[in-house]
């Protein structure tokens, strides 16, 4: 890219739709991580407020969300290790105990985590042709079936991590960080 413009060229392994939905996930994620340049690990397990999710839980969010979608996307579980790396449902607003760290990560880890599971992500991008985008897939909440298609679900990972970026960098601000 031109460093005096602006533009995005879709990911040259993956066809042109979803090479550039996947393009705009690595953006976002690339703004993301260029905002947390330089935290300490203690900055990371710090909370921002009295109950509020550290830096470090949003960030494992991110990739928590990312395997709930990418299961739902590619049909195939995601294996426990990698939830259990990313404190799958037990850090940020879990439905199970809280298990958060039992002492400060690292950024660099958080960084490792997150990328195993855009990998895995993008893995899963691969198989897909662009014309699936608007295939359906079945989501299951409180005993009800919704329904989503793959274009969608790119759509809302990208705008998930958008706006906890922006949760992120006001909590950043007001530690003084």
Same mark, same amino acid.
């Given at each position: 890219?031109?460093?005096?413009?602006?533009?995005?060229?879709?990911?040259?392994?993956?066809?042109?739709?979803?090479?550039?939905?996947?393009?705009?996930?690595?953006? &976002?994620?690339?703004?993301?991580?260029?905002? &947390?340049?330089?935290?300490?690990?203690?900055?990371?397990?710090? %909370?921002?407020?009295?109950?509020? #999710?550290?830096? *470090?839980?949003?960030?494992?969010?991110?990739?928590?969300? %990312?395997?709930?979608?990418?299961?739902?996307?590619? *049909?195939?579980?995601?294996?426990?290790?990698?939830?259990?790396?990313?404190?799958?449902?037990?850090?940020?607003?879990?439905?199970?105990?809280?298990?958060?760290?039992?002492?400060?990560?690292?950024?660099? %880890?958080?960084?490792?985590?997150? #990328?195993? &599971?855009?990998?895995?992500?993008?893995?899963?991008?691969?198989?897909? #042709?662009?014309?699936?985008?608007?295939?359906?897939?079945? &989501?299951?909440? *409180?005993?009800?079936?919704?329904?989503?298609?793959?274009?969608?679900?790119?759509?809302?990972?990208?705008?998930?991590?958008?706006?906890?970026?922006?949760?992120?960098?006001?909590?950043?601000?007001?530690?003084?960080?």
């Amino acid at each position: 890219m031109n460093p005096t413009s602006w533009d995005l060229a879709p990911r040259a392994e993956l066809p042109p739709a979803i090479g550039l939905l996947a393009a705009m996930l690595d953006d &976002v994620r690339r703004d993301t991580l260029k905002g &947390v340049e330089g935290l300490s690990a203690e900055d990371l397990l710090r %909370e921002p407020a009295p109950g509020e #999710a550290p830096l *470090g839980a949003y960030l494992m969010h991110l990739g928590e969300a %990312e395997i709930y979608w990418l299961e739902i996307l590619s *049909g195939t579980p995601v294996a426990e290790d990698v939830k259990k790396d990313v404190f799958y449902n037990c850090w940020f607003d879990p439905s199970e105990t809280p298990a958060p760290p039992s002492k400060p990560l690292p950024l660099e %880890e958080y960084v490792s985590r997150l #990328a195993i &599971v855009r990998g895995l992500l993008h893995m899963s991008l691969r198989d897909l #042709a662009d014309d699936a985008l608007a295939d359906d897939r079945t &989501v299951m909440r *409180g005993g009800t079936a919704f329904f989503t298609t793959p274009r969608w679900i790119l759509h809302h990972l990208i705008e998930h991590e958008a706006h906890h970026r922006g949760q992120m960098m006001l909590w950043k601000r007001r530690m003084g960080l």
